[in-house]
């Protein structure tokens, strides 16, 4: 299994919503990846977990809170977005940091 | 990171090979190149990465510049699958340690005509 799949595929939320983006893979990677990318721009990195610990944050709002429950799993917990965080967000991981990485085909996300 | 500069886009005909060059002038000794794709609706792919010397693999080429300020990707043979964005990115790799952090640029449109 080679995949990385995110769960949903779209995801339509108001400023006052919680909710959550899901990805996962079956790779037996231990690093995993949350990027966002707007239109026709490159994808930017969020956060970084390297074997379930936090390894880069780059100074990404709290309204976005990254969770990783176990080495297959990766979360993204949202609540109280603005309409500019519509965007693809994309999911990665790869076998350790540094390694290519694998990316799943991304939740596109629209904040009313 | 180091800043990587590539054209907007490029024009290729089917079957014709294709370089798709990517300057890199800051480049540190230790920083990689790593090239990745996207495909229209889907995430990016990776294609190929190096350090110094020049590199094969089934999808593609590398071909490193001595000083390493430079580098093309090599496609031998472009098919109309090969559009997409092309985005060359340097990565850091300091002190002994590893870090996986993929600084994507603009990128570069490659256009496939049949």
């Known amino acids: 299994d080679t995949e990385v799949t995110q769960t949903p595929k779209h995801l339509v939320m108001g400023m006052t919503n919680k909710k959550s983006l899901k990805c996962e893979q079956h790779?037996?990677?231990?690093?995993m990846y949350w990027y966002k990318q707007k239109a026709k721009k490159p994808p930017e990195l969020m956060f970084v977990?390297?074997?379930?610990?936090?390894?880069i944050n780059e100074s990404v709002p709290s309204r976005f809170s990254p969770e990783c429950p176990n080495s297959s799993l990766l979360n993204l917990h949202l609540h109280a977005l603005q309409p500019e965080d519509s965007a693809l967000y994309l999911c990665?991981?790869?076998?350790?940091?540094?390694?290519?990485?694998?990316f799943g085909p991304g939740t596109r996300l629209t904040v009313t | 990171d180091a800043k990587t500069t590539q054209p907007n886009s490029m024009e290729s005909n089917e079957e014709e090979p294709v370089h798709l060059p990517c300057n890199h002038s800051t480049i540190s000794g230790t920083d990689y190149i790593h090239w990745y794709r996207q495909l229209p609706s889907q995430g990016p792919e990776y294609v190929i990465h190096g350090l110094t010397s020049n590199v094969n693999n089934r999808m593609a080429s590398l071909a490193i510049a001595e000083d390493r300020k430079s580098s093309t990707l090599i496609l031998h043979r472009a098919t109309l699958r090969d559009a997409a964005v092309y985005y060359c990115?340097?990565?850091?790799?300091?002190?002994?340690?590893?870090?996986?952090?993929?600084?994507f640029g603009q990128g570069t449109i490659l256009t496939v005509h049949p």
């Open positions: 990115i340097t990565s850091t790799n300091a002190g002994g340690t590893s870090y996986g952090k993929l600084t």
């Open positions: 977990y390297s074997y379930e610990k936090l390894s």
């Open positions: 790779m037996g990677h231990r690093a």
């Open positions: 990665a991981s790869s076998l350790q940091e540094t390694y290519e990485q694998y």
